[in-house]
């Protein structure tokens, strides 16, 4: 499967930005499906995650509240809108699959080890 992030640009503090994942080469139907972003000179973050059957939803602590992350099966792609943006989440946002369908986590903290496509990501700034 082939991802690609898009939708990333420069906002200021407090607007709102919303990423696309789309998938070529397979469906996504039953793949769970994370975002993760990382900032320059930071780790990688899971940022959330909506696995495949269900599309339960998971979100890391730091964007509890803020991000909503979505699927459009007939789109083959996964959203996140992102709201309340703060500079601290200026990074580059990247889009991934578990084919497991699953998301692993523990209570704020989305894990991204199993995840085997990886999109290109996409710029996200934050900025006055």
């Known amino acids: 499967v082939q991802l690609q992030a898009f939708g990333g640009g420069l906002v200021q503090p407090g607007g709102s930005l919303r990423l696309s994942c789309a998938a070529s080469g397979s469906t996504l139907d039953y793949y769970a499906v994370g975002w993760i972003r990382q900032a320059p000179g930071k780790e990688r973050e899971g940022v959330s995650c909506?696995?495949?059957?269900?599309?339960?939803?998971y979100y890391g602590d730091s964007v509890k509240g803020r991000f909503t992350i979505s699927r459009d099966n007939a789109k083959n792609t996964v959203y996140l809108q992102m709201n309340s943006l703060k500079p601290e989440d200026t990074a580059v946002y990247y889009c991934a699959t578990d084919r497991r369908g699953i998301c692993v986590t523990t209570p704020g903290t989305i894990y991204y080890s199993g995840m085997e496509y990886w999109g290109k990501g996409t710029q996200v700034t934050v900025s006055s």
């Open positions: 909506i696995s495949g059957s269900h599309g339960s939803t």
